[in-house]
Nanobody, 125 residues
Framework: QLQLVESGGGLVQPGGSLRLSCAGS????????AGWFRQAPGKEREGVAC????????NYANSAKGRFTISRDNAKNTLYLQMDNLKPGDTAVYYC??????????????????WGKGTLVNVSL
């Protein structure tokens, strides 16, 4: 059973940056496609970005393209999300997730096999 624990959330001003991390344990993360979802207050959870098991293939939501970069270090069993030029609309709880599916199917969360508990990102003055 794969356990996922997020870290790196916090309060940041608009235009700032944050780097989220997701540490896997209990199983090797490199077997799975992995990535991030987020849920803003009063809104449904949405996919943000995915990276394939080998780290070659990626898939981003339109809202994340050009500002967010997903990466993984399989030797450390860890996933990352570098978020730059943050906007108030990025305020949300960010969840790490893993799936046996390919990244081009990432945004259908019914295919997610494992979830983290989330970390809060608050973009505000």
């Amino acid at each position: 059973q794969l356990q996922l624990v997020e870290s790196g959330g916090g309060l940041v001003q608009p235009g700032g940056s944050l780097r989220l991390s997701c540490a896997g344990s209990g199983s090797t993360l490199d077997y799975w496609a992995a990535g991030w979802f987020r849920q803003a207050p009063g809104k449904e959870r949405e996919g943000v970005a995915c990276i394939g098991s080998s780290g070659v293939n990626t898939n981003y939501a339109n809202s994340a393209k050009g500002r967010f970069t997903i990466s993984r270090d399989n030797a450390k069993n860890t996933l990352y999300l570098q978020m730059d030029n943050l906007k108030p609309g990025d305020t949300a709880v960010y969840y790490c997730a893993a799936s046996i599916r390919r990244c081009d199917l990432w945004f259908d969360e019914s295919g997610i096999n494992f979830w983290g508990k989330g970390t809060l990102v608050n973009v505000s003055l």
